[in-house]
């Protein structure tokens, strides 16, 4: 499952045995293991750590000094590497690579094209359940396919969307995500209740993985993940889907980075609030200032109640897992305790 895995994934990026991949994602990990590790071996590629461990400056310096030509990165990683200042001397022959592992803003692709110089880069979508990777994007796909999907599914690989009740849903609905396929896993080691729980057969007997996401599919095939079914905040039985508020504030010129969670609520049960990252050099929006944005163009519901200040009202630092994504369940006991003070 995991060579099979790597070497459609190498086919998708269009990776060459003249390819030299920068893979900064960590080896106990599926990213950089199948995706970075495997895919470079089934095509005869190069590739190169920068460091023990994910060092923003070393994968800089290793991109120009290694000549790569391809670079892989959750979106935490990648957002660390645009935001530095280039070396000097330093240039980039990078063409492809993969962003994966939480949802995608589209602005941090635009960057990542921009200023990395990634014109073939391709989204992806995976889980280490599934070996990892479901659906991933070609290069050939149009840049708006890219920005705004994960592409088309997998060869050999078998998805549908469900809604709470396991009843599938019409294309262009939104439900949890579930995958079939030769690349699933047998189940959880030693916790048969989370694998009866998210690995269920259908009346055919085909085994599914109920992976937790929320998602979409287009009338073509391409799929966009937008969320964490318990990520989504339902405020007063209306679901809000944090990822769309997130993008909606990095488009303010006042701000860098911004994380939404639910926290609770008397009336509405969870409503929004948002962690924010300041511009440098620029005034710092209101309350009001930061609600009136959202609501433009989300409405009065999707805007948050509270926003706290990366550095300001706790700490600079956001809370990562080991592979990158950011830990949400931490950011939302911070958030309460702010709150309640």
Avoid at 274 to 281: I, P, R, V
């Amino acid at each position: 499952n995991l060579v099979n895995n790597s070497r459609f994934i190498g086919d998708r990026m269009q990776l060459t045995s003249n390819d030299t991949l920068c893979c900064p994602p960590p080896l106990f990990h599926c990213f950089g293991l199948t995706l970075g590790l495997l895919a470079t071996v089934t095509h005869g590629g190069r590739i190169v750590y920068p460091a023990e461990s994910f060092d923003p400056v070393a994968t800089l310096h290793a991109i120009s000094d290694e000549r790569c030509t391809a670079l892989h990165g959750v979106p935490a990683m990648m957002e660390a590497i645009v935001d530095l200042p280039k070396p000097e001397g330093w240039t980039s022959e990078l063409r492809t690579g993969i962003v994966a592992g939480s949802p995608v803003p589209k602005w941090l692709m635009e960057r990542m094209v921009n200023e990395l110089g990634m014109m073939d880069f391709t989204s992806s979508y995976g889980l280490t359940e599934a070996s990892p990777t479901v659906f991933n994007a070609h290069t050939t796909d149009t840049l708006h396919a890219r920005l705004t999907t994960v592409g088309t599914v997998m060869p050999h690989a078998r998805v549908k969307i469900v809604d709470r009740e396991n009843r599938v849903v019409p294309i262009g609905v939104r439900g949890e995500l579930c995958v079939a396929g030769y690349q699933l896993c047998r189940g959880y080691w030693e916790n048969p209740e989370k694998t009866a729980e998210l690995l269920v057969q259908d009346e055919q007997g085909e085994q599914w993985l109920h992976t937790g996401d929320e998602a979409v599919l287009d009338v073509d095939g391409y799929c966009t993940i937008t969320g964490r079914f318990k990520d989504i905040i339902i405020r007063g039985g209306e679901n809000i889907y944090p990822l769309e508020i997130e993008e909606r504030l990095v488009q303010h010129p006042a701000i860098a980075r911004a994380i939404v969670v639910g926290i609770s609520h008397p009336r509405y049960v969870e409503v929004p609030v948002a962690f924010l990252a300041l511009e440098d050099g620029v005034r710092r929006p209101d309350l009001e200032e930061v609600k009136q944005w959202v609501r433009k163009i989300l409405g009065r519901h999707k805007a948050p109640t509270q926003v706290f200040w990366l550095g300001e009202d706790c700490a600079a630092d956001v809370p990562l897992t080991g592979s990158g994504k950011v830990k949400k369940f931490v950011l939302r006991a911070v958030a309460e305790d702010l709150v309640n003070k």
